[in-house]
């Protein structure tokens, strides 16, 4: 390919003329070059299902952790604000990163910057299996987040660069459902390996929770060989550079609202927790105001303001928010919920949520041929569904706590699992689908820092409202947080009703 690549809509690129090349111009007797077009990437199945696993990895990690706290706590002494570090600083990095991960796979390659992020994913990961104390482990997590932050960007670009119609379509709807199985399946394959232990003979007693991150290591050396066998590059023909300031206070922004709301509970809401979140306003105030300066200027700007005009990203996002909110903050209330208030074990509690899973991809499955038939509207029928299933949840725990067991759970959990199943790939195929080939990157970038960002919000306001209340009854607890989130899934529904009814 010599470093080119077709884009639609671009001039052809005369590649190098040989004899072979040459064929006689039929006026003038004289050979002409041929003009050798080279074709679009194309992402062929084995290259989508390679992309997806890239995808399903950092979600699956930054649940998995979840139900490995407790063992994490007792082998390596961590205490509750390390603890919140394990979880904060992974998520911190991977949202804080993730535009600019996107920007740098146009730039740079989506396939060389997959190619980097997977195998820095693997190392990381290795580097927390094997950490010996909590601080080590803290520093590991945050450094595994950048990697996912270069890598997950690159698989909604490259879906959009190279694939078309129905196998874009079709792909979209695959990566979301990827994305909302790869949440659940974290928690579920985070408990069973922590109870499962399976390299306890080589590691020790804390085996367990470091097989959650180890696991991840075979997984990755996998990726690399496909990837680099079956994932097309693609890249922007002329890439901007990289908006420096816009980048800085984009991270500043980010930091300065998710670090104190994740930290502040744990440390006892000191000082800097208050100042961090009066920066806040300021510092994302100060990010739009760069940002729409250098687009007026003609520069191009991490997020450009002209991005966020397309009305299906702005309207999809607005969805993303509160989805991810009550997603994230559910995900990890019912985990310490489950382990803490009814003693289940990890894989019991885990295991909890096979039937959410199951619900999502069955409704993942039906989701495209009833996106066709009616319409966005099936986002606003799932969120119908998952407010009844949450409705039904908090009221079997109101009845039935602390007597609950996993058939009791299950009706609740099923028909939460449904509705989310019927949203969450719907959503980002509106989210995407009028942004340009040329600003997949950064339009993958600013989708799933929208998500991650509502997934972090989740665990910190949520997690906080729910351990807040825990002393006084957990069950009690729980079915306020259900409730809050039964809020946001109502939010998520109205919001629906402003799609546009054809989905792309």
Not at 83 to 96: R, S
Request: with cysteine; proline share 6%.
């Amino acid at each position: 390919m010599k470093g080119l690549w077709y884009q639609p809509g671009k001039e052809d690129t005369v590649d190098d003329v040989s004899e072979s090349s040459l064929l006689t111009n039929t006026a003038t007797g004289k050979a002409s070059p041929v003009r050798h077009d080279h074709p679009a990437p194309v992402l062929g199945a084995l290259g989508l299902f390679t992309v997806l696993l890239g995808a399903a990895l950092p979600l699956i990690d930054f649940f998995i952790v979840n139900v490995a706290l407790p063992t994490i706590d007792h082998d390596l002494a961590a205490g509750p604000a390390l603890l919140e570090l394990v979880v904060a600083g992974y998520g911190l990095a991977y949202a804080v990163l993730l535009v600019l991960g996107g920007r740098l796979g146009d730039m740079a390659g989506r396939r060389r910057l997959f190619l980097s992020g997977m195998a820095a994913f693997g190392l990381t990961s290795l580097a927390c299996g094997l950490a010996p104390d909590a601080w080590t482990l803290v520093g590991a997590r945050v450094a595994q987040g950048a990697a996912a932050a270069l890598m997950l960007p690159q698989v909604l670009a490259t879906i959009q660069a190279a694939t078309t119609g129905h196998r874009k379509a079709r792909a979209m709807s695959l990566y979301g459902a990827t994305a909302g199985l790869s949440m659940v399946a974290g928690q579920i394959l985070g408990g069973v390996l922590v109870s499962a232990a399976p390299l306890a003979s080589v590691l020790g007693e804390g085996a367990g929770w470091r097989s959650v991150f180890l696991v991840n290591v075979p997984v990755a050396a996998v990726g690399l060989v496909l990837a680099a066998r079956t994932v097309p590059e693609t890249r922007v023909d002329r890439p901007a550079p990289v908006d420096v300031p816009g980048t800085v206070l984009l991270a500043v922004a980010l930091i300065t609202l998710l670090a104190p709301l994740t930290e502040g509970r744990a440390a006892g809401w000191p000082l800097w927790t208050w100042v961090s979140l009066g920066l806040f306003p300021f510092a994302a105030l100060a990010f739009h105001r760069v940002e729409r300066r250098a687009d007026e200027r003609g520069l191009t700007p991490l997020v450009p303001p002209s991005l966020l005009r397309l009305r299906t990203l702005r309207h999809g996002l607005t969805l993303v928010v509160p989805f991810s909110i009550g997603f994230g903050g559910f995900m990890f209330v019912i985990a310490v919920a489950l382990q803490q208030g009814l003693r289940m074990g990890p894989a019991s509690s885990g295991l909890a949520l096979a039937p959410m899973a199951a619900a999502f991809f069955a409704a993942s499955l039906a989701g495209p041929r009833l996106v066709r038939r009616f319409g966005s509207r099936v986002v606003t029928a799932g969120g119908v569904i998952q407010g009844v299933g949450v409705a039904v949840l908090a009221l079997t725990v109101w009845r039935g706590w602390p007597d609950l067991g996993l058939p009791a759970l299950l009706p609740g959990v099923a028909l939460a699992g449904l509705g989310q199943g019927l949203q969450l790939p719907v959503i980002f195929r509106i989210v995407l689908s009028e942004v340009p080939a040329d600003r997949a990157g950064v339009g993958s970038g600013v989708m799933t820092t929208t998500q991650q960002s509502g997934l972090a919000l989740g665990v910190a306001t949520l997690g906080t409202l729910f351990l807040s209340l825990a002393p006084t009854g957990m069950g009690g607890a729980l079915v306020v947080t259900l409730l809050v989130q039964l809020a946001a899934v109502v939010l998520t529904s109205l919001l629906s009703l402003r799609l546009p009814r054809t989905v792309g």
